[in-house]
């Protein structure tokens, strides 16, 4: 499913999918020696115990003789700069550690600088989590220094540590030399301003960085001005993430001029922003010309009407962008009217986000006019407005015959039976949806018996969330009994509901004879702990 919130990727957060082993296992929490002679066996290994300087040295010492292991994960190992040291000098011989994740510990400015030595060395550590660790400057600096010399590292995590202007600057310095560091996260780490313009400044030489995240880094328009200069010479970065940061219309016009002629850069997240409806317009004018950004956040800013409508006229004329956010930005029945207009004729946006937008039912009339003819949008939130059954029944009318929404996502949106019914009578009759969020609407017995018919005769449909839907026993019935014909779906979300004890061991019955499913949440619906297992 495509991303609704964040656009920029986090490369050290996906799974590395290699054999591994987890410490503790049940019982197994007073075996540490075990676990530590294991390790000359195993590819990946974790730790999901606080195991100390202590435990961590020992650890350590197994490492440079290891041949096996490739990643380790020691995330909240109340880990300080004793064990990150150990770990750092075992590292200066280790050959096969391609991945290390030390998040969440207290490894400091000593620890920090033990890894930034063992980085001038060793040749094999693709990635380096080192985020929440309580690094201040000299740590940043003793890191940048390795990085200098280092010619393997891809991707570095400082998220949410101390670095400050000082800490950017010298990021700045080795990344204007370093020419292997693809991926570096700097959320919320102080960088300011004049941080920022370091960091341009550098960009401007640098061609190996693609994604570089400096949320919540209290850079307003000077900073956010260097960047976007910098974008007009740099030929490698593909991501730039400057959420949660000051930036207002000056800062989207420099951002505007650059993208008009930059050729490389595919997503730019300016998301709780200060931009208003010229900024975005300026933005907009530039998308007329861009044929690379892929997708654009602006949600939380101050797009209003003229922004929401001059981005539209955008998209008439844009073929390259696949993804857009204005959530929450008050776009107004104006803007949702010229976006509908637009969708009808754009043939590239896969993913956009209404939500929060005041929509009603008005607004989804007229979006669901326009997926009669749209043929290229997949996912589409609007989640916390206000369609009630109205809307709901005009979208469903619209999906009897699009089969290219694959994600809806109307949590939140006054929908009642009635309009539930109707998307139960559209999913008859469609063959594209894969996921449904009904969430928090009072869709309620008779409205979730209509969805669960369509569920018997539905080959698409994956996950279904019905959490917070006033579901009693007689809509637990209807669901089970629709779990009996279904062979598809995969994901059925029911928390929060008052289908009880006889509700619940109905669908357990029916699960007997399905297949395919294979989440199911009942929390919170009247079980004790006893009739939930």
């Known amino acids: 499913m495509a991303c609704k919130t964040r656009l920029v990727c986090r490369q050290w957060h996906q799974l ?63 880990m300080g700069a004793a064990g990150a040291t150990a770990l750092a000098n075992a590292l ?100 300011s301003d004049v941080g920022a313009m370091a960091l341009a400044e550098a960009v401007t030489v640098n061609s190996g960085l693609k994604i570089l995240d400096l949320e919540n880094n209290d850079i307003s328009d000077p900073g956010a001005c260097a960047l976007a200069h910098s974008l007009t010479v740099n030929t490698t970065l593909e991501e730039l993430d400057l959420e949660s940061n000051f930036m207002g219309d000056p800062g989207a016009l420099a951002f505007a001029v650059s993208i008009k002629s930059n050729n490389v850069l595919k997503a730019l997240n300016l998301r709780a922003n200060d931009v208003g409806d010229q900024g975005a317009a300026s933005i907009a004018e530039a998308l007329k010309q861009n044929r690379t950004l892929l997708t654009i956040d602006l949600q939380m800013n101050k797009i209003g009407q003229f922004g929401a409508t001059m981005l539209s006229d955008a998209l008439k004329i844009n073929v390259g962008l696949q993804g857009m956010n204005l959530g929450s ?26 939500e929060s937008n005041g929509l009603e039912i008005v607004d989804a009339v007229a979006l669901a006019d326009a997926l009669t003819v749209n043929t290229a949008l997949a996912d589409i939130n609007l989640r916390m407005n206000n369609i009630g059954s109205g809307g709901a029944l005009a979208l469903a009318n619209a999906l009897r015959s699009n089969e290219t929404v694959l994600y809806l996502d109307l949590d939140t949106n006054a929908i009642d039976a009635e309009g539930a019914r109707a998307l139960g009578e559209a999913l008859k009759f469609n063959k594209g949806l894969k996921s449904v969020n009904l969430e928090t609407n009072s869709i309620s017995d008779d409205g979730v018996v209509g969805v669960a ?58 699960l007997k004879n399905n297949s395919s499913l294979t989440s199911l949440n009942m929390r919170y619906n009247g079980l004790t702990d006893i009739e939930a297992r």
């Open 329 to 354: 930005s008050n776009i107004e029945h104006g803007g949702v009217t010229a976006l509908s207009n637009a969708l009808k004729v754009n043939k590239t946006l896969q993913t956009i986000n209404l």
């Open 453 to 510: 018919e369509a569920l018997a005769v539905n080959s698409s449909l994956e996950s279904l969330n019905l959490r917070y839907c006033g579901i009693g026993t007689r809509g637990a019935h209807a669901i089970a009994e629709a779990l009996g014909f279904n062979s598809h779906i995969m994901s059925i979300n029911m928390e929060g509901n008052f289908i009880g004890y006889k509700g619940a061991r109905i669908i357990a019955e029916a």
């Open 16 to 78: 590395i999918k290699i054999p591994s082993i987890t410490f503790p296992e049940r019982g197994q929490q007073n075996q540490f020696p075990n676990f530590v002679s294991t390790l000359k066996y195993a590819e990946g290994a974790r730790v999901d115990i606080a195991l100390g300087d202590d435990k961590t040295a020992t650890l350590a010492k197994e490492i440079p003789q290891n041949s096996a292991l490739v990643v380790l994960r020691l995330t909240s190992a109340r």
């Open 92 to 191: 200066k011989s280790n050959s096969t550690i391609t991945h290390l994740d030390l998040g969440i510990n207290s490894i400091r400015d000593a620890g920090a600088a033990a890894l930034g030595q063992a980085l001038k060395v060793n040749q094999t550590l693709l990635t380096l989590d080192i985020s929440l660790n309580k690094i201040g400057p000299p740590g940043i600096a003793a890191l940048a220094e390795g990085l200098q010399i280092n010619k393997t590292l891809q991707s570095l995590n400082l998220h949410r540590n101390d670095s400050g202007v000082a800490g950017a600057v010298s990021l700045a310095r080795a990344i204007e030399v370093n020419r292997t560091l693809l991926v570096l996260d700097l959320e919320n780490n102080g960088v």
